[in-house]
């Protein structure tokens, strides 16, 4: 999407306020801020930003594992340091998830019928345990990989 040379990709986002003000022309603030927040519109941008920072915190988390890792080796506890491989692998796993789907596109065109999400609203079978954080943009036809953080 290209609106005068401003690509979506480098548009602000996350913010209800950002949508009402570029409405604010054709659209009453008011009536727009009270249809983002009854159709959900403003949860889920929060959801995203807390998404964001779930992921931020699994990464400190995995950094402190490692360590305790690297400290179970080095004291020769092989079962406690392959418990903590197990949980840094998952966490890891899980991190790349919601990675994924936080840095999937913004361009989405949902069907005009509220009542048909098709494929929208689905994980797609082959979503993967430790995918890119560009996998979504291979699934539509762009490019895939492994996590890369």
């Known amino acids: ?3 005068g040379g401003i690509d979506i990709n ?11 003000r570029d409405l604010s022309t054709y659209v009453s603030p008011d009536i727009t801020r009270q249809v983002l927040l009854y159709r959900g519109v403003n949860k889920w941008l929060r959801v995203r930003r807390l998404l964001i ?3 931020d915190r699994w990464r400190e988390e995995i950094k402190v594992l490692e360590a305790k890792k690297k400290q179970a080796k080095t004291d020769g506890d092989i079962k406690k340091y392959h ?8 966490l890891i796993d899980c ?3 919601v990675r ?7 361009e ?5 019928s509220p009542r ?18 560009r996998w979504f943009w291979k699934h539509n036809g762009i490019r895939v990989g492994i996590c890369d953080d």
């Open 116 to 133: 048909d999400f098709g494929g929208h609203s689905e994980l797609p079978l082959n979503f993967p345990h430790h995918p890119n954080k």
């Open 95 to 97: 991190r790349c998830q």
């Open 53 to 55: 920072q779930l992921k």
């Open 100 to 106: 994924a789907l936080c840095h999937s596109p913004r």
């Open 1 to 3: 999407m290209n609106n």
């Open 10 to 20: 480098n548009m602000r986002q996350n913010h209800p306020e950002l949508i009402v």
């Open 108 to 112: 989405v065109n949902f069907p005009e």
């Open 83 to 90: 418990q903590l491989q197990g949980a840094v692998k998952a």
